[in-house]
């Protein structure tokens, strides 16, 4: 049963001139591994980590190195959680994390959908 969805956009010129104007976003936005990355597969990510945000209803002690987008085997993104996000997805019963991610024609996108087994979801 679907317990929250989420989605963001991103623009990815704005995005670019905030990582080139600032460059310890990276750091301060994504893991190790996420951030050697190109720009438009950045933006996605972020868009991704945004719309989980959203989908669990809000961001009370969530840090941004708590979700992480890794693939899978067959290359599909998914989100590898840590510390507080973790805690909260699991503490709301969200057995599934569903994530799709695009860019094009200038902006990134990322759609999320949290289930959980049964019971009433938020929505």
């Known amino acids: 049963m679907i317990a929250g969805i989420g989605v963001d956009v991103v623009d990815l010129q704005r995005f670019t001139r905030a990582i080139e104007r ?3 976003l990276r750091e301060r936005l994504f893991t190790d ?3 050697s990355l190109p720009v438009h ?4 990510r972020f868009a ?3 719309a989980l945000i ?3 209803g809000d961001s009370e002690g969530v840090r941004w190195h708590d979700m992480e987008i890794v693939p899978d085997e067959e290359r599909n ?3 590898v959680l840590h510390n507080v996000v973790e805690g909260v997805v699991r503490d709301r019963g969200i ?3 569903h994530v799709s991610m695009t860019h094009d024609a200038g902006i990134a996108m990322a759609f999320v ?3 959980i087994d049964g019971g009433a979801g938020r929505g």
């Open 41 to 44: 597969s950045l933006a996605a």
């Open 22 to 24: 600032t460059p310890r």
């Open 77 to 79: 993104p998914g989100f």
């Open 48 to 50: 991704a980590k945004e």
């Open 113 to 115: 959908v949290t289930e």
């Open 33 to 35: 591994s996420e951030r």
């Open 95 to 97: 057995t599934s994390i």
């Open 54 to 56: 959203k989908a669990l």
